[in-house]
Every structure is written in C-alpha cells, then in structure tokens.
C-alpha cells in the first residue's frame, strides 16, 4: 500500500478525461489513465508525467473490468477516487450526416434500438459495473469519491422547460443515458451514504472534445474544473448532488 492517493479516470486517453487525469496528477495523485486502447493509454499516460500509469479498460467489458480492478488492489490496495468519465455520443452519425440529421433519426419514434443499447451499454452500465467492480477498493480508501460525467442535457426539469434549451436534442440515446447515469448517481450516494464514501455528478459544460466533433464552446481545461473539484471533496462536502461549475443543476 502506498500513501499518495490513487484515482482512475476511465476514458481518460483523450478529452476531458485526460485533462482530469492530469489535474488529479498536479493535485498529488498516481492516476490510472483508463483506456480501451492500451497503447492510446499508454501514450495519453506519458503526456500526463512521472505520477500517471495507463490501464487497460474497457467499460462494457466485464473480463477488461475485473482484470482492472484485480491490478489496482495488487498494485494499489485501495482506490480513492474514481471519475466515471468514458461515454459515447452516437453510433450511428456518418461523417456526412449534419448534426440536424442525426437529431432527426434519434428521436423515440424512429431511433434505433440497437444504437440505444450501445450508448446505454458504455454511458450506463458502463458506470455501474466498473463502480461496482471497484467498490471494494473504495471502501479501503480513507475518504474515497466517486465522480459520474453527466450532462445538463440529461436534466429531466430543465427539459421539462417548453423554455429548456436543450429541449430539441433530448433524445433516448445520449441524453436519456445522462439522466440514467444521474438516477445511478443519487442511487449510489443513497448506498453509500453513512460509508463517507461521496458519490456526485459532474456537467463539464459544451466542451471541445472528440465526443461532439469538437464543435464544442469550452476548453478541456474549463470541462475538467468541476469534476475535479468534486473529486478532491473534503470531508463536509456534498453527496448525491449534480453541478457544473456556476452551482447545482437540477435532476
Ligand atoms: P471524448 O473526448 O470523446 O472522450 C470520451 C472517452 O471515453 C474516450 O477516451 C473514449 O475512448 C472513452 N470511451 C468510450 N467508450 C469506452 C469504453 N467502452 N470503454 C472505455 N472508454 C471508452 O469525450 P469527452 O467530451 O471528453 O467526454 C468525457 C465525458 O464528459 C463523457 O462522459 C461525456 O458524456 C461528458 N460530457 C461531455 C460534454 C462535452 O461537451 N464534450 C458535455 C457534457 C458531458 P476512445 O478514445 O477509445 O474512443
């Protein structure tokens, strides 16, 4: 068992993960750069310096899942914190299709199911396994966090809004994804509570990323800000909640 905490990042190769990963690594952290790729992890965990280490992972892969958390407690003994950050957009979207097209075919009348199974296998379950898989080694953690990715898009009152801006694009893909992984979120902080264990959800905002053909309005570095500071908590911080960095967001 070594002292500095240790914290993994999944889908932290590329995006607002691995610029977690590196503000978790200036914070004092070995961080374990998770990715599907080993060598894309490998590369990413290099760019984060001396206090990253890639491991493999693959959040829809239970064999990928478990191998992680069985080298983490050999290696590590304990985990104290987790950013459940790994997620995809779409399946579907062809490079030539406009992002209204792609809207247009994802509504609840006409998406396909099996695109919805996809994005709800990695940006749901996804969390859940790999939070449950890791679980134990939380608990060994002193004060251990765990941060869900979520988005504003998934929000069921904003949505409710006939004012809701992002009303247009909610959709049982991507952005129902969100509201489940909000629902997991307060499930998890619910559990979790008299542990210390502190389990929140994270919207970076509209951020440059891969995940949105970098049509995003913000830095990786301002998308990274409020997961991070979720994940370095102190013990009076809040659980079961849902912010980005003006405040809360409303379920
Ligand atoms: P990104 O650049 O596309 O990064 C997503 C990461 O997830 C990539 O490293 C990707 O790996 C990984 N991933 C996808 N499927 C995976 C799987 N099955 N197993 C492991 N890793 C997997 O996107 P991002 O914008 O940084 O997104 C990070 C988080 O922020 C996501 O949860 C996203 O929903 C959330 N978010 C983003 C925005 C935004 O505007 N960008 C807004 C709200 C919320 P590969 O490189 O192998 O594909």
Redesign the pocket.
């Known amino acids: 068992m070594q002292d500095k905490p240790v914290a993994l990042v999944?889908?932290?190769?590329?995006?607002?993960?691995?610029q977690i990963a590196k503000d978790l690594a200036t914070h004092g952290f070995t961080v374990l750069v998770?990715?599907?790729?080993l060598e894309?992890g490998e590369a990413a965990a290099k760019e984060v310096g001396p206090d990253a280490l890639a491991i493999q992972?693959?959040?829809?892969?239970q064999a990928s899942i478990a191998a992680a958390a069985e080298r983490i407690r050999k290696d590590f003994g304990r985990l104290d914190v987790l950013v459940?950050?790994?997620?995809?957009?779409n399946t579907g979207m062809r490079p030539d299709m406009s992002f209204e097209e792609y809207v247009r075919l994802s509504r609840p009348s006409n998406v396909s199911l099996d695109e919805v199974r996809t994005i709800w296998?990695?940006?749901v379950f996804?969390v859940l396994a790999v939070t449950q898989a890791m679980l134990p080694l939380l608990r060994e953690a002193p004060a251990a966090r765990i941060v869900n990715?979520?988005?504003?898009?998934g929000s069921l009152t904003l949505n409710s809004d006939p004012a809701g801006h992002y009303r247009a694009i909610f959709v049982p893909g991507?952005s129902a994804s969100?509201t489940a992984v909000n629902a997991m979120t307060l499930a998890m902080a619910i559990e979790l509570e008299s542990t210390g264990i502190k389990v929140n959800a994270a919207?970076?905002?509209?951020?440059?990323?891969?995940?949105?053909n970098y049509m995003?309005t913000?830095t990786?570095e301002e998308?990274a800000r409020e997961p991070v500071r979720l994940a370095l908590l102190g013990p009076d911080g809040p659980t079961g909640t849902f912010s980005n960095t003006e405040g809360v967001i409303p379920w």
């Open positions: 999944t889908g932290a190769n590329q995006g607002i993960g691995l998770g990715s599907r790729n894309r992972l693959d959040v829809t892969d459940n950050n790994a997620a995809i957009s296998e990695t940006n996804g990715m979520s988005s504003s898009v991507y969100k919207c970076p905002g509209y951020t440059k990323t891969n995940l949105n995003g913000k990786v998308g």
